[in-house]
């Protein structure tokens, strides 16, 4: 299980105060057989979840002058108080990860913590409490934190796309949540309509996979189609399950990703070397130009953001959380209202615009991700048109999926500062569509 908590949080750091212990060479005992830095009297532990769980309970079990603080920067530090803050989270977001990652939000609180949740005002609230009275509150404080990485991990690459089904093959929807077990699907069983919706949640590329498997015909009974189009099912997509069910070791050894089905028309790319039917190749790099499999990018990203839309950039001399040193940057974005276009969910149906601001710190690194977003915004990929995740309505423009600070304050689970990784976070969103 280990090494599946370090994919979800490859690279961890503590920040350590040795003024805090009363026996500090003990602590710097424990930090020497991990890998450290020293910066401006605090001791920065790099390396994986694991080790960085096995540095905090290590350091915990000594006695302290004072509790072990949580630092953003030399000039914002946080002690461990009493109380641990509540986090506010979106309901889509929750939902999908209670359902498909319950292990490993098991694993994050761990067994001496509770995690519990609460509504207020229409929000959904998440709370942690030590669940033996008299344990260290620090424990809920690191579970929070883990919690806080892992959600934004899952939120940053959730992808919510509405498909269009025959009410009477409903049925057949659980032998696809079988072969995709990381998808949520969810339908509107009380609607009457020839076709009823589909809602599909899930990662990017497990949602290409489920439409590209469904399109070719892989489960020849599945009728589901994209924006309200019905695709009939064809001879060969009979023929083509007759094949895969009389040679199942043929289709293990040559199946396509894609469709599941016997290569056709091998072709295989050059810098990942996974391979695929051409067909479904094509129609996938028609979405992304990017392997299926692992992500790997090939050629020039273009979004689905709407044409028309701008974004201003200004300055002023306040600063945020955690960056006193450096002004901030303001971005203003505007996609006006308009008409869907071919690659949007519905076209020829109007959509809902959208004005957002963002806040960077005016620093070096912030003006080199403010250069990296505006190259974004050119190439369409800031936003989308789809389902609001908050209000959950359709046909409105939403964020993409690389990652922004709408709020000033409030940390990151109000989306907003401090958040020391925040900057090295969204140049790895960024780097991952080709803007690096």
């Given amino acids: 299980m280990a090494r599946k908590k370090d994919r979800i949080f490859p690279d961890v750091t503590l920040t350590v105060d040795l003024t805090k212990f009363q026996q500090t060479d ?3 005992h424990i930090l020497n057989c991990y890998d450290w830095e020293e910066k401006n009297g605090t001791y920065k532990v790099k390396g994986s979840f694991k080790d960085i769980e096995d540095v905090f309970w290590k350091l915990s079990s000594l006695k302290r002058l004072d509790a072990l603080k949580y630092q953003t920067d030399a000039n914002q530090d946080y002690s461990t108080p009493t109380h641990v803050g509540d986090i506010e989270v979106v309901d889509t977001v929750m939902d999908y990860i209670k359902q498909k990652y319950s292990k490993e939000l098991n694993k994050i609180v761990g067994d001496a913590v509770s995690i519990q949740y609460s509504r207020v005002s229409n929000k959904l609230l998440v709370s942690f409490q030590p669940l033996r009275h008299g344990k260290d509150i620090s424990c809920c404080h690191f579970a929070r934190e883990r919690f806080i990485t892992f959600y934004q991990k899952i939120a940053t690459n959730l992808l919510v796309r509405t498909f269009s089904l025959d009410p009477t093959l409903k049925t057949q929807l659980k032998s696809i949540e079988l072969e995709f077990p990381k998808l949520l699907i969810s339908s509107d069983s009380h609607r009457l309509a020839p076709m009823s919706s589909v809602s599909v949640t899930g990662s990017y590329t497990d949602v290409l996979r489920l439409e590209e498997f469904l399109k070719s015909g892989a489960m020849s009974y599945y009728q589901l189609t994209r924006h309200q189009t019905q695709q009939p099912q064809t001879a060969s997509d009979s023929a083509s399950a007759s ?18 089905d016997t290569m056709k028309d091998k072709k295989t790319l050059s810098r990942c070397q996974h391979s695929f039917c051409k067909d479904c190749l094509d129609r996938a790099f028609e979405s992304k130009p990017a392997c299926p499999i692992c992500g790997t990018l090939y050629g020039h990203l273009k979004g689905t953001q709407p044409h028309k839309g701008t974004m201003e950039v200004s300055t ?62 050119e190439q369409k990929l800031i936003f989308t048109i789809g389902q609001s995740s908050t209000s959950g309505r359709t046909n409105v423009v939403t964020w993409n999926d690389i990652h922004h600070k709408t709020n000033r304050e409030g940390g990151p689970t109000n989306y907003g500062y401090p958040d020391p990784d925040y900057l090295a976070r969204v140049q790895e969103e960024l780097k991952a569509k080709g803007i690096y």
């Fill in 26 to 28: 003990k602590a710097s």
């Fill in 316 to 377: 002023n001399a306040s600063s945020l959380p955690g960056n006193i040193s450096y002004g901030t940057i303001v971005i203003r974005y505007h996609i006006p209202s308009g008409i869907q276009g071919e690659e949007h969910p519905n076209p020829g149906h109007r959509y809902e615009g959208a004005v957002r601001t963002a806040f960077l710190p005016d620093s070096p690194e912030g003006r080199r991700v403010l250069k990296l977003l505006q190259r974004a915004f």
């Fill in 243 to 260: 094949s895969r069910a009389q040679s199942p070791q043929k289709e293990k050894e040559e199946a396509c990703p894609i469709c599941l």
